[in-house]
């Protein structure tokens, strides 16, 4: 479509244009519009609004089509072949938060589970809420041991940050005065079972470097006037959250950053809006807006603003930008250092270990608890005590300990080795009782920036809508691995320290992409011909573009990093506001 002249144009002109709704759109939006800039977000999916769009939010197990809301493998296998790779995210009630495979295809170079859902709020509805800061050592830790580039910024200059968005958003937590694990501004820790505090105080008592801790996760115990006043109430302990909840008890972009946006009047939402490109105009050497294709109609569009914020997540970002070339930008938006779509990055996962607390059978708790333990980083944090020679960086734990219930599997191990098999009155008896203490430990990983695990576009392959799509090619390394050798070892070595039983260490494996993190597709740092982004998440070859999601990450912690995305948007925005007000962008 040609660009539009007078009143066409203006009716599509904004001061400010987010792209995407998720965790970073929803904080862009609401920072944006609160200080006064009439904002577009533009979103791919369909619109998703707080209550009302939760189908299955207070659907009971009786109400499924299939038994405990597992879909058919036919029906996993044809829509869902990588969504279903979780393992656990992808059910009947959760299914329509998450993408049809068959419809967003990408090239497997070699396998990356992408798991996304498009839709007003993104993956701030599926998240699960697990929200830390980053340290002082990891924004360090690139120049200290020469891997990737330096970041631009320091934990100092977040840190204002991370505290105005942990006071939006609420989180849950336990101060713990570690200097690897920033505490931050928390609403009342929720409570270990039994098990849990025997595991730490036993632990602690063998490791006392390796605390442990409530998880801090991003829900409500205390909520404060501004959370009340968004219609946000405390958590009910249901932990059915993964199906959007409408006490608005977690942090989402619905419950949360759109509703503040909305209320100041300056938010405007347009679903069903694909992002393609950027608009750039040579002469001014700044992007003018962005085109779209709506979804519905299949046209074209243009939508211009003073600042365009790029918050569709790390992959898509990068998509967009590698999609806007011009004769400024042959190789991709602002691709000047070449950098685009390299040093991809995750968590590894799916590595820890467990085992059994037999003598704590005559004891229980009561009701659920969407939340589990935390073990911070205890692996190279500067000093010689703590040093491994076999890898550099970290890791931490998240787990927990609880009993299965009436729905567990008897015949699968683990579930109760001890049960009866099969049916009949014995294993109606078996099921009326508790199964076994279970405790659990998984480690979250970090990965290094390796230039050459990177997504490029693939312009020969494309989607229902004729638009090239992505080519994914990323690897763990000999780093990685050790690290997973000892994420095993030391798991399980603190079960046995805390007296558990039948422990058993495991790694059942990981592939890219599992850990749900996906980021440093363009990166932020110093140098604008070895990095995309500036200290600010500007672009460095175009000032007015902004990309504030994973796709900024310089390196990648082994915390959660959503928290760290928001912190980012947050300062991003605020720079973005006195920018314009100066004439600087
Ligand atoms: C099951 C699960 C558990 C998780 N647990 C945690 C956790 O405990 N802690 C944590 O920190 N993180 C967790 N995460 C990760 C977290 O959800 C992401 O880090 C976060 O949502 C990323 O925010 P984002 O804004 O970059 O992307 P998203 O939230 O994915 O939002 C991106 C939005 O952009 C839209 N979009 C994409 N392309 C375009 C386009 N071209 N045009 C317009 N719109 C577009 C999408 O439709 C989407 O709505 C989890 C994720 C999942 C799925
Ligand atoms: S556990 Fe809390 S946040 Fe999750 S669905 Fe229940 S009330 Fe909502």
Same mark, same amino acid.
Request: aromatic share 10%.
């Given at each position: 479509?040609?660009?539009?002249?007078?009143?066409?144009?203006?009716?599509?002109?904004?001061? $400010?244009?987010?792209?995407?709704?998720?965790?970073? %759109?929803?904080?862009?939006?609401?920072?944006?519009?609160?200080?006064?800039?009439?904002?577009?977000?533009?979103?791919?999916?369909?619109?998703?609004?707080?209550?009302?769009?939760?189908?299955?939010?207070?659907?009971?197990?009786?109400?499924?089509?299939?038994?405990?809301?597992?879909?058919?493998?036919?029906?996993?296998?044809?829509?869902?072949?990588?969504?279903?790779?979780?393992?656990?995210?992808?059910?009947?009630?959760?299914?329509?938060?998450?993408?049809?495979?068959?419809?967003?295809?990408?090239?497997?170079?070699?396998?990356?589970?992408?798991?996304?859902?498009?839709?007003?709020?993104?993956?701030?509805?599926?998240?699960?809420?697990?929200?830390?800061?980053?340290?002082?050592?990891?924004?360090?830790?690139?120049?200290?041991?020469?891997?990737?580039?330096?970041?631009?910024?320091?934990?100092?200059?977040?840190?204002?940050?991370?505290?105005?968005?942990?006071?939006?958003?609420?989180?849950? %937590?336990?101060?713990?005065?570690?200097?690897?694990?920033?505490?931050?501004?928390?609403?009342?820790?929720?409570?270990?079972?039994?098990?849990?505090?025997?595991?730490?105080?036993?632990?602690?008592?063998?490791?006392?470097?390796?605390?442990?801790?409530?998880?801090?996760?991003?829900?409500?115990?205390?909520?404060?006037?501004?959370?009340?006043?968004?219609?946000?109430?405390?958590?009910?302990?249901?932990? *059915?959250?993964?199906?959007?909840?409408?006490?608005?008890?977690?942090?989402?972009?619905?419950?949360?950053?759109?509703?503040?946006?909305?209320?100041?009047?300056?938010?405007?939402?347009?679903?069903?809006?694909?992002?393609?490109?950027?608009?750039?105009?040579?002469?001014?050497?700044? $992007?003018?807006?962005?085109?779209?294709?709506?979804?519905?109609?299949?046209?074209?569009?243009?939508?211009?603003?003073?600042?365009?914020?790029?918050?569709?997540?790390?992959?898509?970002?990068?998509?967009?930008?590698?999609?806007?070339?011009?004769?400024?930008?042959?190789?991709?938006?602002?691709?000047?250092?070449?950098?685009?779509?390299?040093?991809?990055?995750?968590?590894?996962?799916?590595?820890?270990?467990?085992?059994?607390?037999?003598?704590?059978?005559?004891?229980?708790?009561? %009701?659920?608890?969407?939340?589990?333990?935390?073990?911070?980083?205890?692996?190279?944090?500067?000093?010689?005590?703590?040093?491994?020679?076999?890898?550099?960086?970290?890791?931490?734990?998240?787990?927990?300990?609880?009993?299965?219930?009436?729905?567990?599997?008897?015949?699968?191990? %683990?579930?109760?080795?001890?049960?009866?098999?099969?049916?009949?009155?014995?294993?109606?008896?078996?099921?009326?009782?508790?199964?076994?203490?279970?405790?659990?430990?998984?480690?979250?990983?970090?990965?290094?920036?390796?230039?050459?695990?990177?997504?490029?576009?693939?312009?020969?392959?494309?989607?229902?809508?004729?638009?090239?799509?992505?080519? *994914?090619?990323?690897?763990?390394?000999?780093?990685?691995?050790?690290?997973?050798?000892?994420?095993?070892?030391?798991?399980?070595?603190?079960?046995?320290?805390?007296?558990?039983?039948?422990?058993?260490?495991?790694?059942?494996?990981?592939?890219?992409?599992?850990?749900?993190h996906e980021m440093g597709t363009a990166r932020m740092g110093r140098d604008p011909k070895?990095?995309?982004?500036?200290?600010?998440?500007?672009?460095?070859?175009?000032?007015?573009?902004?990309?504030?999601?994973?796709?900024?990450?310089?390196?990648?912690?082994?915390?959660?990093?959503?928290?760290?995305?928001?912190?980012?948007?947050?300062?991003?925005?605020?720079?973005?506001?006195?920018?314009?007000?100066?004439?600087?962008?």
């Amino acid at each position: 479509m040609a660009n539009l002249n007078g009143r066409a144009r203006q009716e599509n002109t904004y001061d $400010a244009i987010v792209v995407g709704s998720g965790i970073t %759109g929803g904080w862009a939006a609401k920072e944006l519009t609160q200080k006064g800039l009439k904002t577009l977000v533009l979103e791919r999916g369909p619109m998703v609004r707080h209550l009302e769009d939760y189908p299955t939010a207070t659907m009971d197990p009786w109400q499924t089509k299939y038994p405990q809301g597992q879909l058919p493998s036919d029906e996993l296998n044809a829509k869902y072949p990588v969504q279903k790779r979780t393992g656990y995210t992808l059910t009947e009630y959760t299914r329509h938060f998450f993408v049809r495979d068959d419809q967003n295809p990408y090239t497997e170079e070699s396998r990356y589970d992408w798991i996304r859902g498009y839709h007003v709020g993104g993956r701030s509805l599926t998240w699960g809420r697990q929200s830390y800061r980053h340290s002082p050592i990891d924004f360090e830790a690139n120049a200290r041991e020469g891997i990737g580039v330096d970041w631009p910024i320091r934990y100092e200059e977040l840190a204002p940050w991370y505290d105005h968005v942990e006071r939006f958003i609420g989180v849950s %937590g336990q101060a713990e005065g570690l200097p690897h694990l920033p505490d931050g501004q928390y609403q009342p820790p929720m409570e270990m079972n039994c098990v849990e505090k025997a595991f730490k105080a036993k632990s602690e008592a063998r490791f006392p470097e390796r605390r442990i801790t409530m998880g801090r996760t991003a829900h409500l115990t205390d909520p404060t006037e501004e959370q009340l006043a968004l219609g946000r109430t405390k958590c009910q302990y249901r932990n *059915m959250c993964i199906r959007g909840c409408p006490f608005g008890g977690y942090y989402s972009s619905n419950s949360g950053g759109l509703v503040a946006a909305e209320r100041t009047g300056n938010l405007v939402i347009r679903p069903g809006s694909i992002v393609t490109s950027l608009i750039y105009d040579e002469k001014a050497g700044k $992007a003018t807006g962005v085109r779209i294709l709506d979804a519905t109609t299949r046209q074209e569009e243009e939508f211009y603003a003073d600042v365009v914020f790029l918050c569709a997540s790390a992959f898509n970002s990068a998509w967009i930008m590698m999609n806007s070339t011009s004769s400024r930008f042959p190789n991709g938006f602002g691709n000047g250092s070449d950098q685009l779509g390299r040093n991809v990055m995750d968590h590894h996962l799916g590595v820890g270990a467990s085992g059994e607390a037999p003598e704590f059978a005559d004891m229980y708790y009561s %009701g659920r608890r969407p939340n589990g333990i935390y073990v911070p980083r205890f692996r190279n944090l500067g000093d010689a005590a703590t040093k491994r020679s076999d890898y550099l960086r970290g890791f931490g734990y998240q787990g927990g300990a609880s009993r299965p219930g009436w729905d567990r599997d008897l015949t699968r191990p %683990g579930q109760d080795p001890s049960g009866p098999r099969g049916f009949g009155a014995a294993r109606k008896a078996a099921l009326s009782q508790p199964g076994p203490w279970i405790i659990g430990l998984g480690g979250f990983g970090e990965i290094l920036p390796y230039e050459d695990n990177r997504i490029t576009l693939n312009r020969d392959k494309t989607d229902e809508f004729g638009l090239p799509t992505l080519s *994914m090619n990323v690897t763990i390394r000999e780093n990685e691995l050790a690290m997973r050798r000892d994420m095993q070892t030391a798991a399980a070595e603190m079960l046995e320290a805390a007296g558990f039983k039948n422990v058993e260490g495991r790694d059942g494996g990981y592939a890219p992409g599992l850990g749900i993190h996906e980021m440093g597709t363009a990166r932020m740092g110093r140098d604008p011909k070895t990095s995309v982004l500036n200290a600010h998440n500007q672009v460095h070859e175009c000032k007015n573009v902004y990309v504030t999601d994973g796709a900024a990450m310089t390196s990648a912690s082994c915390v959660n990093p959503s928290l760290t995305y928001m912190a980012l948007t947050a300062r991003a925005a605020d720079h973005a506001v006195q920018a314009r007000k100066r004439g600087d962008l």
